[in-house]
């Protein structure tokens, strides 16, 4: 099976499925391939920030106006996706009140609106903040939810004749003089291999940019930097909380439906495939964000995930926290005299549109075409629709008929009505599918208490043999879960982890040696 459209995008994530739907709403064809499912990359291992800008305001003014811009604009396009939290800054007796004061500043010029609270204020709203902290500012944070925002694109391109080849690698370009015409891909399930040809071929694939460039003799610079993050079990503010110094590591917790992120690191990455969080990585952001809330310290934590993100490096940097968060598009054209193929990479997850837009524009300007953007005013199709813990149990109750309200995940209260969605669009060819789709396994119990319901019901409608055989999901999913709950093992975690475990050796009747090769090692 050869294949050919008018733009290759390579990469699931949100710049690549932004970029998909921009281009679908100028009319113009486009085939996106993933070479895991959406939200595999950095776009499904990141904190959630809906930033305001606000974090970059004294060190990076463009990322920052980029940011507040962006911010208005998704709270437009994608309410469902955003929860209106709020942020605060907190200064701490060591941040002193001089940086505040240019933060303030900074702020403003951004055009990012600020409110100084003093300490008493700041926390009347957030009881769990350090009672030491000196003084807070409000800004208009949020917390965003990647999964809806980059599926829900993707959905609403197909829908406007996009096509996607998911689980699709990219294994070479196709060369024909000084220009690239296309890409040689590999389904990634069935072993097929084919090529794609293409007018134009749009490298999207954040921290594998250079991955895919190198196949063409080419590189860029961007500095790879990996950031570790821990998920509590329980919401710890109602506001993301920031500290209010330059950025730096372990300064922002982000609420999230019912439990809160906190981050980050930033270490230099060396494996993109597998970036494991170490023990020093959570002793860190224990310690350091137990400053701002000191209720850190007893907290159960029910996961641990790490990122890793592509910054692009324009100047003399130090530090990886100093190169800047605004993005990259690189005409290879003009850069290398090489057509047909450009690169956008670097940003943030709030700037996915902006970078799709940018990248839709030059398209256009390569094809001669004068047509709009409209993604800054066109909603996202789920608009309408709450997406909080409150409405999903009002969904579930007065949406679903009693006699269909089963409940595969109580943590995130996902109905089986859900799952049987997504299996009738017939796309699903891995477990990590369903669970991208939906908030199955993301609660407390990671999924301890709902995969296996969910193996039940693909049995029952005979899916599960499609995606490998219910031992591999099983043992796949256990495995992933795994890495997550490893390094955040102790105190009560520990406790939830033996209750999970012989809740699955007593189901599957395993011995302790079949239960260890099952769980990948976990004795
Ligand atoms: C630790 C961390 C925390 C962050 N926190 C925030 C935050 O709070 N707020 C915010 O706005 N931003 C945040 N970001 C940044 C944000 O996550 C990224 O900027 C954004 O998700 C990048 O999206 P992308 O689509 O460009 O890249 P990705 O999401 O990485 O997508 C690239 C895709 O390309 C695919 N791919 C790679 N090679 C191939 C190939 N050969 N063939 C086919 N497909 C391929 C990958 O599988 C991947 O899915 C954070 C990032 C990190 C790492």
Redesign the pocket.
């Known amino acids: 099976m050869d294949l050919q459209t008018e733009v290759l995008i390579?990469?699931?994530?949100?710049?690549?499925?932004?970029i998909s739907r921009d281009l679908a709403l100028r009319g113009i064809p486009s085939l996106l391939?993933?070479?895991?499912?959406?939200?595999?990359?950095?776009?499904?291992?990141?904190?959630?920030?809906?930033?305001s800008g606000a974090r970059y305001a004294v060190t990076d003014p463009e990322a920052a106006r980029e940011?507040i811009t962006e911010n208005r604009i998704l709270r437009r396009i994608a309410p469902h996706c955003i929860e209106d939290t709020g942020g605060l800054f907190v200064s701490l007796p060591e941040d002193g009140h001089e940086y505040r004061a240019n933060f303030i500043r900074a702020c403003g010029v951004a055009g990012i609106d600020t409110e100084p609270l003093s300490a008493r204020e700041a926390l009347s709203m957030e009881p769990k903040l350090s009672p030491l902290m000196i003084g807070a500012v409000q800004v208009p944070d949020g917390a965003?939810d990647?999964f809806t925002l980059?599926v829900e694109n993707a959905r609403d391109a197909e829908s406007r004749g996009a096509r996607f080849l998911l689980h699709?690698?990219?294994?070479g370009l196709i060369r024909e003089g000084l220009r690239i015409s296309g890409?040689r891909?590999k389904d990634r399930i069935t072993g097929e291999e084919f090529t794609i040809a293409a007018s134009q071929v749009i490298n999207?694939?954040?921290?594998?940019a250079n991955?895919?460039l190198s196949?063409a003799g080419l590189s860029i610079g961007i500095a790879l930097?990996?950031?570790?993050?821990l998920i509590t079990n329980t919401r710890l503010s109602e506001r993301v909380i920031n500290r209010c110094r330059p950025p730096a590591s372990g300064d922002?917790i982000?609420p999230n439906d019912t439990v809160s992120?906190l981050?980050?690191?930033?270490l230099r990455a060396e494996d993109?495939e597998n970036h494991a969080v170490t023990p020093e990585e959570v002793s860190f952001l224990v310690d350091e964000l137990s400053r701002m809330i000191p209720a850190i310290k007893g907290e159960r934590f029910t996961r641990a995930y790490?990122?890793?993100?592509?910054l692009v490096q324009t100047a003399q940097a130090g530090d990886d926290r100093e190169i800047s968060?605004g993005?990259a598009l690189i005409d290879h054209q003009s850069r290398d005299g090489l057509e047909g193929l450009i690169t956008?990479?670097?940003?943030?997850?709030?700037?996915?549109r902006l970078?799709a837009e940018k990248t839709a524009d030059f398209i256009c300007a390569r094809m001669g075409l004068h047509v709009p953007c409209l993604t800054h005013l066109q909603p996202l199709p789920g608009a309408g629709r709450g997406h909080t813990f409150q409405d999903r149990l009002l969904r579930l109750r007065h949406q679903i008929p009693a006699f269909r309200r089963e409940l595969l995940c109580d943590c995130e209260l996902v109905p089986r009505e859900a799952v049987d969605a997504i299996l009738r669009e017939g796309k699903v060819r891995e477990l990590q599918d369903i669970l991208h789709r939906t908030r199955l396994a993301k609660g407390t119990c990671q999924g301890g208490f709902c995969v296996y319901r969910l193996l039940g019901v693909l049995n029952e409608r005979r899916k599960e043999e499609g995606l490998g055989g219910s031992n591999r999901i099983l043992k796949g999913f256990l495995e992933e879960r795994w890495k997550g709950i490893r390094p955040v093992l102790w105190g009560t975690s520990l406790k939830e982890e033996e209750l999970i475990e012989s809740i699955y050796k007593g189901l599957f009747n395993l011995t302790p040696e079949e239960a260890a090769t099952a769980d990948g090692g976990h004795p």
């Open positions: 390579i990469g699931g994530g949100a710049t690549g499925a932004g391939v993933e070479k895991d499912d959406f939200t595999s990359g950095a776009s499904g291992r990141n904190q959630g920030l809906l930033h940011c965003i990647p980059v699709t690698e990219v294994t890409a891909v999207a694939t954040g921290a594998w991955e895919i196949l930097s990996k950031g570790s993050m922002i982000v992120i981050g980050t690191t930033s993109l790490a990122g890793v993100r592509p968060r993005f956008i990479t670097g940003g943030k997850l709030i700037t996915y970078m």
